[in-house]
C-alpha cells in the first residue's frame, strides 16, 4: 500500500518568509509525528498528535513552529519567520496506533534551505 | 535524560567482510528499540523492533541483538546494496516519541 507522503520535496525560501509543510500519513494511521534532521544531526522530535487528543508540542524549538492536523489525517507543519538554522530535512512518520514500541513509518522528507 | 549513542560514526568493509555496529542506551523505562536504515536522500526505512533484554530478530544479512544496555546489528557477509546510515531509536517511559542516536554510515566496498 501507499506509504507515508511529504510535500513539498525541496523547498528554498528567503529569511523571513513562511513555510507550510506538509504530510499525508498511511492510511487508517492514527499517530503521525514531526521529527528535523540537521545536516551531521540525528533526528529531533518536534511534535506528535494521536487521534482527538491534544498534541504533544514538546520538542517544537520556538513559537515560530506550529502545527495542525486536520480530520484526524493530514498534517502541516508551519514555521513562520524563517531563519537559516531552520535548514533541514522535516521528516512525518506515522503509526497505526500510539502504544508500546508501535512502529513509526517515515516519509521521504521535505528538504528546507533558507537563505 | 534518554540518551543513544551509536558507534563507530563510519565503518568501511570489504564486500563479505562480516561486523557489528553498536547502539547503547541511558533510558528509564525501555518500551521498545528500532533500528532503520537510511539511504541518502530518503526517510529512514523501518528493520527491526525489538522489545526485551536477549531478543533476537534476523532479516537476510542482518540480526539485531538486545540486553539492557545496548543492542547490535550483526550484518553478515555484506553486499555493496548494504551501504547505508543505520539508525538506532528508542521508546522509553511515557513518551511516544523517538530518541535517535547520530547513526552509524556504513559502506561495503565492492
Known amino acids: 500500500g501507499a506509504g507515508v507522503s511529504q510535500s513539498p520535496s525541496n523547498k528554498v525560501t528567503e529569511k523571513g518568509k513562511d513555510v507550510e509543510l506538509r504530510c499525508d500519513p498511511i492510511s487508517g494511521h492514527t499517530a503521525l509525528y514531526w521529527y528535523r534532521q540537521s545536516l551531521g544531526q540525528g533526528l529531533e522530535f518536534l511534535i506528535y498528535f494521536q487521534g482527538n487528543s491534544a498534541p504533544d508540542k514538546s520538542g517544537l524549538p520556538s513559537d515560530r513552529f506550529s502545527a495542525e492536523r486536520t480530520g484526524g489525517s493530514v498534517s502541516t507543519l508551519t514555521i513562520q519567520r524563517t531563519q537559516q538554522e531552520d535548514s533541514a530535512v522535516y521528516l512525518c512518520?506515522?503509526?497505526?496506533?500510539?502504544?508500546?514500541?508501535?512502529?513509526?513509518?517515515f516519509g521521504p522528507g521535505t528538504r528546507l534551505l533558507v537563505l | 535524560e534518554d540518551q543513544v549513542t551509536q558507534s563507530p560514526e563510519a565503518l568501511r568493509l570489504q564486500e563479505g567482510e562480516s561486523s557489528s555496529l553498536n547502539c547503547s542506551y541511558t533510558v528509564s523505562g525501555l518500551r521498545g528499540l528500532f533500528w532503520y536504515r537510511q539511504d541518502p536522500g530518503k526517510g529512514p526505512e523501518f528493520l527491526f523492533t525489538?522489545?526485551?533484554a536477549g531478543e533476537e530478530k534476523e532479516k537476510e544479512r542482518l540480526k539485531a541483538t538486545l540486553t539492557k544496555k545496548e543492542s547490535f546489528l550483526h550484518i553478515t557477509a555484506p553486499k555493496p546494496e548494504d551501504s547505508a546510515t543505520y539508525l538506532c531509536a528508542v521508546q522509553a517511559g511515557g513518551a511516544q516519541k523517538l530518541v535517535f542516536g547520530q547513526g552509524t554510515r556504513l559502506t561495503i566496498n565492492p
Open positions: 512518520a506515522s503509526s497505526l496506533v500510539s502504544g508500546e514500541g508501535e512502529t513509526q513509518y
Open positions: 525489538l522489545y526485551s
